[in-house]
């Protein structure tokens, strides 16, 4: 059975840093790209980055270049989303998600961890 | 980047009805759409992808079609279960690009 189990989230206040976990189990985590979306509270999906498989291969929304880094360690089977600069519009339910382009999307996500980015 | 609209943002409906929602793509996306139910609270989950392949497990009254720039997702026969947001995907290119979204209630 294929587990995506994101930690990680938490209370931060604006310009500060957080990273994000994401432990896969039940598939050959080299198999697949990964990616992260979040959901800001009472609003729709955005996707935020997306790694290949081998982690060399990252992409970004604009809202997010330059301040949010995707890395994945495949000997541990772990997601990573190192967050720093946070903003107040960062605030959003993340999930990790299997997928990518030569998955057709995400067919496998995970149940989010929350990042409220406050003073 | 891709944008993509949905329409309608939401409707109302009564369990049995045949529900359909539409989603455009700014430009031109092949196949490359995928469907995605979400309820309150809960991750999303994949219907359909490549615009009308069933994700395994999904019961066969949600359907989709379209290609290029116009896409339907229809539930043929609407069930207690299926009151949820949807969103479309496109998975042509990245940054991937979502829909806003359509909620569907109980008329």
């Known amino acids: 059975e294929v587990q995506l189990l994101e930690s990680g989230g938490g209370l931060v206040q604006p310009g500060g840093s957080l990273r994000l976990s994401c432990a896969a189990s039940g598939f050959t985590f080299t198999s697949d790209a990964m990616s992260w979306v979040r959901q800001a509270p009472g609003k729709g999906l955005e996707w935020v980055s997306a790694?290949?498989?081998?982690?060399?291969?990252?992409y970004y929304a604009d809202s997010v270049k330059g301040r949010l880094t995707i890395s994945r360690d495949n000997s541990e089977n772990t997601l990573y989303l190192q967050m720093n600069s946070l903003r107040a519009d960062d605030t959003a339910v993340y999930f990790c998600?299997?997928?990518?382009?030569?998955?057709?999307?995400?067919?496998?996500w995970g149940q989010g961890t929350l990042v409220t980015v406050s003073s | 980047d891709i944008q993509m609209t949905q329409s309608p943002s939401s409707l109302s409906a009564s369990v049995g009805d045949r529900v359909t929602i539409t989603c455009r793509a700014s430009q031109g996306i092949k196949n490359d759409l995928g469907w995605y139910q979400q309820k309150p609270g809960k991750a999303p989950k994949r219907l359909i992808y490549a615009a009308s392949s069933l994700q395994s497990g999904v019961p066969s009254r949600f359907s989709g079609s379209g290609s290029g720039t116009e896409f339907t997702l229809t539930v043929s026969s609407l069930q207690p279960e299926d009151f949820a947001t949807y969103y479309c995907?496109?998975?042509?290119?990245?940054?991937?690009?979502f829909g806003p979204g359509t909620k569907v209630d109980i008329k």
């Open positions: 998600a299997k997928g990518g382009l030569s998955t057709k999307g995400f067919d496998y």
């Open positions: 790694i290949g498989r081998g982690g060399t291969n990252t």
């Open positions: 995907l496109q998975h042509n290119s990245y940054p991937f690009t």
